[in-house]
């Protein structure tokens, strides 16, 4: 399995703002991933986070809205740009480890106002 | 490209009884099959999974799930269910090339009651 912390646990933000969204794990990393849930909903990819280059977005996900970066192979940063209403949900990192698994991180709620 | 249909958006079941969670998918390509449990306001953690070999596998807390690749599934099982079990419960499907995404079905929240 993989030991993943996420920073902060949840947050309320002002519309407008913007948040990140910190991803840590315990041992070096090829694939690591983001995904929001929001409220009452399921798992939906937002982009996959490349080390040494740019993430690959989702459709419907866009750099200047969610910038990501992966400085090394065992962190990333997910930004949640300009808020509003509607980006209030669950934000989670996962792992992916002997090509096949993918473990998640706790989680980040974020409510916007 | 993969997609997960979970039939059942609520189970509730009284506490001792055995349940099912059905999951079916769609796949062009061969896939990975997993099952994930969240609990409430926690992040989600893996039951089980399916990569090849036996049809039937076993995951943590006494689940357990079939694949059967004629009918495209991979139900989740449980003999006996407790309080405990009540959580939101997740059917995945990933294709079997490395570092491609999960996709996730919609969900399907078990309630156990005594």
Redesign the interface.
């Known amino acids: 399995s993989a030991v993943i912390s996420q920073k902060p646990s949840r947050d309320i933000c002002q519309r407008g703002t913007s948040l990140t969204i910190q991803c840590q794990v315990d041992s070096q990393v090829t694939m690591m991933f983001w995904y929001r849930q929001q409220p009452g909903q399921s798992l939906t990819l937002i982009a996959t986070a490349n080390q040494g280059s740019e993430a690959t977005y989702e459709s419907g996900f866009v750099i200047d809205k969610f910038p990501i970066s992966r400085p090394n192979l065992t962190f990333s940063t997910l930004t949640v740009s300009n808020m509003s209403p509607e980006d209030s949900s669950i934000y989670l990192c996962s792992v992916e480890r002997a090509g096949e698994t993918q473990y998640f991180g706790p989680g980040t709620r974020l409510l916007v106002l | 490209a993969q997609s997960v249909t979970q039939l059942d958006s609520q189970v509730p079941v009284f506490e001792e009884a055995p349940v099912e969670l059905r999951c079916n998918y769609s796949s062009s390509v061969s896939v990975?099959l997993?099952w994930?449990v969240q609990y409430p306001?926690?992040?989600?953690?893996?039951l089980l999974?399916y990569?090849s070999g036996s049809t039937l596998v076993k995951g943590i807390n006494g689940f357990e799930a079939e694949f059967n690749k004629s009918q495209t599934s991979f139900h989740l099982r449980k003999p006996s269910v407790h309080i405990s079990d009540t959580a939101e419960y997740?059917c995945a499907v990933?294709s079997?090339q490395?570092?491609t995404?999960?996709i996730?079905?919609?969900?399907t929240t078990l309630s156990v009651s005594s």
């Open positions: 990975y997993f994930y306001n926690q992040g989600l953690q893996l999974k990569l997740f990933s079997i490395a570092g995404a999960l996730f079905g919609k969900g």
